[in-house]
């Protein structure tokens, strides 16, 4: 008998680091997500297996049961004592989970490459809650840490508003879909950013900002309701400003994309994974010249 659990990945157009100031973030999930299989078997250890998008392995590790003790040869691998955590962590959140004489076998499947910044941890997080029929956000609480959006995304197939008020998610389903998403690319920009380091960075020197994040919330519901990509376009540039004073970076148009002839807008943490772009039938062109090989038009990533 086996258990299949799925989640999609996510991607966070408005709101960045002021999602937890409380400002009122855009979040969209994403075509790609990961797999999770559970199946029995006879012996008392979690066998675990993490396959990329090509396949290959790139994750393996065995835990002795019920004590979810790592293997010896694994006992330095940092992945391997990260998953051993939120294990640990599921099972306090339910004391079942896990505690047994026989065990499991475990396969996991990204259906993106791992240096996208999609959700590879998140969509892990939401399916480790779904077999251990736990909540989603406690778990990542208690483990990641971080707003949740990406929590969010994984169990939502439709674009959301998202808010953290008094330190409770507030998710509002919504129907983001411009009349001119055709002109709407997602460039990879070849480095992956660690947003726990961002947000602990972003945290660490964090200024009063109160006005900022409620201007970013007006911004989003703008986003949100734009009807021309002028608009739309005006609105990321007024964004970019906003959260390029506050975290002391340079929009990612001023230092990487100055000759572009449409509009750039830096997701999640500055500096790495994916940027939203407007454009044509030459943006794909543009991008690849300057060594930019993944360019995604906005219907083969967005659900």
């Given at each position: 008998m086996k258990n299949n659990f799925y989640s999609n990945g996510k991607l966070l157009i408005t709101a960045e680091y002021l999602i937890l100031n409380g400002a009122k973030g855009l979040a969209l999930p994403t075509v790609f997500?990961?797999?999770?299989?559970?199946?029995?078997?006879n012996s008392p250890e979690l066998v675990w297996e993490s396959f990329d998008k090509n396949n290959a392995t790139w994750f393996k590790n065995i835990y002795q049961l019920p004590d979810i003790s790592i293997d010896n040869s694994n006992k330095e691998s940092e992945i391997a004592i990260t998953l051993q955590?939120?294990?640990?962590?599921?099972?306090?959140?339910?004391?079942?989970?896990?505690?047994?004489?026989?065990?499991?076998?475990?396969?996991?499947k990204l259906t993106f490459q791992r240096n996208w910044g999609l959700g590879s941890s998140s969509t892990l997080i939401n399916n480790i809650a779904k077999w251990a029929r736990i909540n989603a956000f406690d778990l990542l609480n208690n483990s990641f840490g971080g707003s949740g959006y990406?929590?969010?995304?994984?169990?939502?197939n439709t674009s959301i508003l998202y808010q953290i008020r008094n330190k409770t998610p507030k998710i509002e389903k919504v129907n983001f879909n411009?009349?001119?998403?055709?002109?709407?690319?997602?460039?990879?920009?070849?480095?992956?950013?660690?947003?726990?380091?961002?947000?602990?960075?972003?945290?660490?020197?964090?200024?009063?900002?109160?006005?900022?994040?409620?201007?970013?919330?007006?911004?989003?519901?703008?986003?949100?309701?734009?009807?021309?990509i002028a608009d739309f376009e005006n609105i990321l540039k007024e964004h970019e400003k906003i959260i390029a004073s506050i975290v002391g970076k340079k929009p990612i148009q001023k230092e990487l994309f100055?000759?572009?002839?449409?509009?750039?807008?830096?997701?999640?943490?500055?500096?790495?994974?994916?940027?939203?772009?407007?454009?044509?039938?030459?943006?794909?062109a543009y991008f690849k010249n300057k060594g930019f090989e993944t360019v995604i038009p906005y219907n083969k990533m967005i659900l």
């Open positions: 997500g990961q797999d999770l299989v559970v199946k029995k078997i955590k939120i294990l640990k962590e599921a099972r306090k959140l339910n004391p079942e989970f896990l505690n047994t004489n026989t065990g499991f076998q475990v396969r996991t990406d929590i969010a995304c994984a169990e939502n411009p009349v001119f998403r055709d002109q709407l690319y997602f460039i990879h920009l070849n480095q992956k950013q660690n947003s726990r380091s961002e947000i602990i960075n972003f945290l660490r020197n964090k200024k009063e900002i109160q006005a900022e994040a409620k201007e970013i919330s007006g911004l989003t519901i703008e986003i949100l309701n734009s009807s021309t100055s000759d572009y002839f449409g509009q750039t807008k830096s997701l999640g943490a500055w500096g790495g994974d994916f940027i939203l772009a407007t454009g044509n039938e030459d943006t794909t």
